[in-house]
């Protein structure tokens, strides 16, 4: 399927949408690492925001201190969480689950 090509207009208004997505989503990962909000508000927020629903669940959980990939990794198959899920995708088990798992 080819591109539509796109003026440079709506090619500015595209640079600026993704721009305010990946600061959206940055933001979040720095609250959540600084522990200022919990698994439920972060969940709460991908429900609104569609940039944060499409934030990967294993990236989110490796903004937090100790976990890096291998342990990342791990909560999401103890919690039978696939590993390119995204937020947004994440069922109410899951979410509990991870809940759980996490701790706050």
């Known amino acids: 399927m080819a591109l539509k090509d796109l003026s440079p207009q709506e090619r500015a ?7 305010e997505a990946r600061s959206a ?30 934030m990967r669940t294993i990236d989110l959980l490796q903004t937090l ?15 039978q969480v696939s590993r390119s899920r995204r937020l947004g995708g ?3 088990r899951q979410r509990e689950a991870l809940i759980a798992y996490i701790g706050r």
């Open 90 to 92: 994440l069922g109410r």
């Open 65 to 79: 201190h100790g976990v890096g990939e291998v342990r990342a990794n791990g909560i999401m198959d103890s919690c």
């Open 25 to 54: 989503r940055a933001d979040l990962k720095e609250q959540f690492r600084q522990e200022k909000i919990g698994l439920r508000e972060v969940f709460a927020a991908a429900d609104q925001d569609p940039a944060i629903a499409r």
């Open 13 to 19: 208004a595209a640079r600026a949408k993704a721009l």
